[in-house]
């Protein structure tokens, strides 16, 4: 059996991924913000690690330290935030953290995993994009920035990756029923009250919050989505692929944009979730 890393598993999809890879009989090691946040994973048999993804020292250091300890054979890079906002009202501190968190953590787990993997000849690189990743979706200009960022550096990075053996991949959900929406800033753009600030995009972004709430209202389950995410992680050689989508909703929502050459079918998707008739 396998050694895997997994990034981000206090909560979602991240930890009922770590769960389903130990049930299967892996050895999981799993990074939360917080050492009580871990409590689940550690009951059913995960090694719990406390790590800020963004610490690019720290990570490193785990990484060198699982490989030496037990070896290591899959890295999943599954932590990330969300932030809510258009480009006027986005602070750059908010921008550079949503890059901090979504891509410099893959990028330099990804650098590390592949010091040790490269010698070995083999091993599974799998970072968690979105769909956020392939479409570009309203108020979200920083997130799908980053997440487009991730896509980029690993489908450059796989065929590389795969002539020495390792396999690099994307995992993209659609709508996932987990904490990431708690977690996701809002500042931007809505008042200490929990209100839209009153700008010249509220009426925009009331409308753009509405739909998010009925989508995550019918979102894909945690459980299902970190199952298809340990799934796509242990594939078989003859089924691994670098791209994966966590269900047939996801599926549906990415070849919106890549079979969009012009980009008109995407903008026409994406205006109507701000439209006044949305």
Known sequence: MSTALVT??????GLHCALELVRLGHTVHGTVRRAEDGAELARAGG????????????????????????????????????????????????????METNFFSAVALTQAALRHMRPQGRGTILTVTSVGGVVGQPFNDAYCASKFAVEGFMQSLAPVAAAFGVRVGVFEPAAVATGF?????????????????????????????????????????????????????????????????????????????????????VHGLTSGWIAESA
């Open 8 to 13: 981000g598993v206090s909560s979602g999809m």
């Open 47 to 98: 090694l719990i690690h406390v790590l800020d993804v963004r610490d690019a020292e720290g990570a490193a250091s785990l990484v060198d330290s699982i490989a030496q300890s037990s070896g290591l054979d899959i890295l999943i890079n599954n932590a990330g935030r969300g932030a809510v906002g258009t480009a006027e009202q986005l602070p750059m501190a908010v921008v550079r953290d949503q």
């Open 181 to 265: 929406v708690d977690s996701v800033a809002r500042d931007a753009v809505m008042g200490d009250d929990g209100s839209v600030r009153d700008d010249p995009y509220a009426p925009l972004i009331a409308r753009y919050l509405e739909r998010a709430s009925a989508a995550f209202a019918s979102a894909q389950t945690a459980e299902s989505a970190g199952a298809a995410l340990a799934s796509a992680a242990v594939a078989e050689s003859d089924e691994w692929k670098p791209r994966w989508q966590s269900s047939e909703a996801a599926v549906q929502f990415v070849s919106a944009s890549l079979a969009d050459l012009d980009g008109q079918r």
